[in-house]
Every structure is written in C-alpha cells, then in structure tokens.
C-alpha cells in the first residue's frame, strides 16, 4: 500500500502562482512514476502532470508552459509549481502514481482544492 498526502492548494486571482506538494510513503517498491491528475466540477478526471524516477515528463496540453512538476526521489515527494492560472484550471488537484509516464494510476491521494477566482 501507498499513501499519498497532498499540500498546498488555495485560493489563487488569475495570473497568479501555487505550488502544490505531495509526500509518499508505506511500500516505496510500488513507487515509480509519480504525477497529479485534477477534477473540475461536472467534468471527468484528467491528467495534468507526470514525473518518472529518472526525470521523464508528461504534461496535458492545457498546462504546457504553465506548470512544472518535480520530484525528490530521496524525500518520496512530487512537486507542481502552477503559474499563470487560469479559472478554468479550479479542481481538485490529486496526487498519484503510476507503474509508467502513460500507465493507469494505480495510488490517489485525498486531493488538495485549487480554485482560480478574481
């Protein structure tokens, strides 16, 4: 088992930045990919960021240029720097992981909210 805890989530005006962390521990050997998925209100999960051991990356389309994603392999954490939010980036933001940059996520954390209003 893998927990996942999430931190960092707020209240953010447009334009602006957050930084969301997340922390893994219990059975690390299930630990590859690390990555964060989000869910607006009405709309379907979706994949936002993924982040492999070595440093491979996998961004949605809709972040490209806006967020960053990182991790301390020494700590179990995974990092999203966001900037330049927009108000349709507002959803639960999920911390998971994954056996591979496009595996299914297989760990989900308790989600942190991001809402993205003036």
């Known amino acids: 088992q893998v927990q996942l805890v999430e931190s960092g989530g707020g209240l953010v005006q447009p334009g602006g930045s957050l930084r969301l962390s997340c922390v893994a521990s219990g059975s690390s050997w299930n630990i590859n990919t690390m990555g964060w998925s989000r869910q607006a209100p009405g709309k379907q999960r979706e994949l936002v960021a993924r982040i492999s051991v070595r440093g491979n990356t996998r961004y949605a389309d809709s972040v490209k240029g806006r967020f960053t994603i990182s991790r301390d392999n020494a700590k179990n954490m995974v990092y999203l720097q966001m900037n330049t939010l927009k108000p349709e980036d507002t959803a639960v933001y999920y911390c998971?992981?994954?056996?591979?940059?496009?595996?299914?996520?297989?760990?989900w954390g308790q989600g942190t909210q991001v809402t993205v209003s003036s």
């Open positions: 998971t992981t994954a056996s591979s940059l496009y595996g299914e996520s297989n760990y």
